[in-house]
């Protein structure tokens, strides 16, 4: 297996996180966001889109982290990272979209270049715009753990999953710009619990090779 991917970008810290629960073992390939490398012809040619991560596996080259990991978990089945009832998939979905598809587009690099070069925002406006977009989405996320029986130790019960490994890198973003957890007791518990285990905390942006290109 061979992981595109940048040590700041949440999608690719999601299939790290991922590959780490598996025991999968994978070569990295790191693409510069910064200098803009995901816009060159050689990356272009993984994926057109000119997004990461990518993972090249089985012949195929996959991209968006969320068929990715489900991808992962089909082809490697143990452990789940959905639950066995449909029910309990759909929340689990549910979770991970919330971040993936509600919070974290708002609030990725190419979003945020565009307010600061094309909108003429500074870095003050950028935070507010950040940190809006990531408290709007915990606000839902936390009512939704903390009022359905089946958040355990993690997300959907006592195992890390699809939501935890969504969850996970977008409270450390929240982090790096200073939003206040306290008004997710929840969240906050569960991504303790995840970052002790070393499926996670080996997967995060300032253990990555490249956190320093």
Same mark, same amino acid.
């Given at each position: 297996?061979?992981? #595109? !991917? ?19 073992? #994978? ?5 510069? @966001?910064?200098? !803009?490398?995901? $816009? ?7 994926? /057109? ?7 090249? &596996?089985? $012949? ?19 452990? /789940? @990272? ?22 974290? /587009? ?5 979003? @945020? ?7 003429? =925002? ?23 753990? $903390?009022?359905?029986?089946? &958040? ?7 195992? /890390? !999953? @699809? ?6 890198? =977008? ?5 790096? #710009? =200073? ?26 942006? !300032? ?7």
């Amino acid at each position: 297996m061979k992981l #595109y !991917g940048s040590f700041r970008s949440s999608a690719a810290f999601r299939v790290r996180i991922a590959l780490n629960l598996k025991h999968l073992d #994978y070569d990295s390939a790191f693409v510069h @966001l910064r200098r !803009g490398d995901q $816009g060159q012809s050689e990356f272009l040619g993984v994926n /057109p889109q000119g997004l990461v991560p990518a993972l090249e &596996t089985d $012949g195929h080259t996959l991209i968006q982290s969320l068929p990715i990991i489900e991808y992962l978990d089909e082809a490697h089945p143990e452990p /789940p @990272l959905l639950p066995r009832d449909a029910a309990g998939r759909a929340r689990v979905r549910a979770l991970a979209a919330i971040v993936a598809c509600d919070i974290h /587009p708002l609030n990725n690099l190419r979003v @945020l270049r565009y307010l600061h070069r094309s909108m003429s =925002q500074d870095e003050a406006a950028i935070e507010i715009w950040y940190n809006h977009w990531i408290d709007d989405g915990f606000r839902a996320f936390e009512l939704l753990l $903390g009022e359905d029986s089946r &958040t355990g130790r993690f997300c959907h019960g006592d195992a /890390p !999953g @699809l939501a935890d490994i969504a969850l996970a890198p =977008q409270v450390v973003n929240a982090e790096r #710009y =200073q939003l206040d957890l306290a008004p997710y007791p929840t969240i906050k518990r569960i991504f303790e619990n995840c970052m002790k285990l070393d499926a996670f905390a080996a997967a995060h942006p !300032g253990r990555q090779p490249d956190r320093d290109a």
